[in-house]
């Protein structure tokens, strides 16, 4: 299984400012997958991103809002822009390996806006 | 995409077996279930995938149906460590949309 390194793990952050969370693969991987779990809640899939092309946004979630990299095949990055209160979530980074729906997790970067 | 239905919470006591239902009417042919476990302040973690009949390996085993439209999760003797939340995905084959439900929240009491 892939191992997927996250950082920050956690960042408390003034409002109106931005933040930006890496993930780091140890494998190549043709996808990664970007969640936000609030508090006390499932996971919710912001967006897909592959590797040379323009990520995959989910209904919901907007570029301006949440720019995501994907320079090569192990590493992607995820802006999380003007923040307000309601962004402090959890945002997990993901990829599926083995395109077999069986999706590996980093362990997360804990956001709180103040 | 195929939706799941699980229930929200469970409680259980040490020793006991568990079983986790979770209801996918609208499963695609080829779609996967995979159940992931997730404890507190950590991303989900893989436990089993299965296409049909009976999936096992260290942790569960998984039962699925002739007609695919539901699964379950069996965690066999669970201990307090077990405590955490369990999520049933069905598989988007080739579109690569894995949407969580909301979950079983599982108790283990002593």
């Known amino acids: 299984s892939a191992v997927i390194s996250q950082k920050p793990s956690r960042d408390i952050c003034q409002r109106g400012t931005s933040l930006t969370i890496q993930c780091q693969v140890d494998?190549?991987?043709?996808?990664m997958f970007w969640y936000r779990q609030q508090p006390g809640q499932s996971l919710t899939l912001i967006a897909t991103a592959n590797q040379g092309s323009e990520a995959t946004y989910e209904s919901g979630f907007v570029i301006d809002k949440f720019p995501i990299s994907r320079p090569n095949l192990t590493f992607s990055t995820l802006t999380v822009s003007n923040m307000s209160p309601e962004d402090s979530s959890i945002y997990l980074c993901s990829v599926d390996e083995t395109s077999g729906e069986k999706l590996f997790f980093g362990s997360g970067t804990q956001l709180s806006v103040l | 995409l195929a939706k799941t239905t699980q229930p929200i919470s469970m409680d259980s006591y040490e020793g006991q077996e568990v079983n986790i239902t979770c209801s996918h009417n609208?499963?695609?042919?080829?779609?996967?279930i995979t159940w992931y476990q997730q404890f507190p302040s950590q991303g989900p973690r893989f436990i089993i995938q299965g296409y049909k009949t009976k999936v096992t390996n260290e942790v569960a085993s998984l039962f699925i149906p002739a007609d695919r439209k539901s699964s379950t999760l069996s965690l066999p003797r669970v201990s307090l460590s077990d405590t955490a939340v369990y999520y049933c995905l069905v598989g988007t084959s080739g579109t690569y949309k894995y949407i969580f439900g909301t979950g079983t929240r599982l108790k283990v009491l002593a």
């Open positions: 609208n499963i695609a042919t080829n779609d996967y």
């Open positions: 494998s190549q991987v043709t996808m």
